[in-house]
């Protein structure tokens, strides 16, 4: 009776130590609740990422677009003005030319340069009388563009680059160069400042379309 007892005993232990071990609801609880705070905070990381992102992009985009601006406008000719109405002529510093003083510090036959059309070099021409010709010259050389000097000892515009001359009206009397300087209009309007504007007739110095139309 004895040994029935113990033997049934030990079958109830052994079969209790190898039975599966039931986990407590309140892990499976905790477990899950660490599963959505992961979830919660991954979400919150992907939105601040996107934010962020959109951040990094608006600065790039508005460094490179202060940088591109000024490089871009560097190309860009300035503009003509007032349309047919031209463009004050400049001295060196920049300042509108005044007619007035201007030919009172010039010479009879002076040629010197201000600043012209799309702002290059351009000659304002003094005739005999102590007034401005009726037209300016551009003075880039019309071989590989450089600026022309006025040489009034010879009394023709020379070119140091290649060689290439040019009579006082800007018309070519010496090669490589192919064609004249180009020609713009010189006028001294009511504001009593010089003004250049485009030159769209004919060439009097070839009889036919300028060039630079």
């Not at 349309?83 to 920049?94: F, P």
């Not at 800007?170 to 006028?187: F, K, S």
Request: aromatic share 10%.
């Amino acid at each position: 009776m004895k040994l029935s007892t113990v033997c049934s005993f030990l079958a109830i232990a052994t079969v209790s130590a190898f039975a599966p071990v039931t986990q407590p609801r309140a892990g499976r609880t905790f477990v899950t609740s660490l599963k959505a705070e992961a979830a919660d905070e991954l979400y919150i990381d992907e939105e601040k990422r996107f934010i962020m992102n959109l951040i990094l992009l608006g600065s790039s985009a508005a460094t490179v677009g202060a940088l591109a601006v000024p490089y871009i406008a560097f190309f860009v000719p300035p503009g003509s003005g007032g349309g047919s109405g031209g463009v004050t002529a400049k001295d060196a510093l920049g300042n509108p030319i005044a007619a007035e003083p201007y030919l009172a510090s010039k010479s009879a036959n002076d040629r010197s340069l201000a600043q012209g059309l799309k702002g290059d070099a351009t000659y304002l021409i003094v005739k005999e009388d102590k007034t401005f010709e009726s037209y300016g010259l551009n003075a880039v050389c019309t071989h590989l563009g450089c600026v022309v000097p006025w040489s009034s000892a010879s009394n023709k515009f020379m070119c140091p680059c290649h060689g290439s001359q040019y009579a006082p009206t800007g018309a070519v009397v010496r090669g490589p160069a192919p064609l004249p300087l180009a020609l713009a209009h010189c006028d001294t309007k009511e504001d009593g400042l010089v003004y250049f504007s485009p030159w769209t007739e004919d060439d009097f110095r070839t009889g036919g379309k300028g060039w630079w139309n």
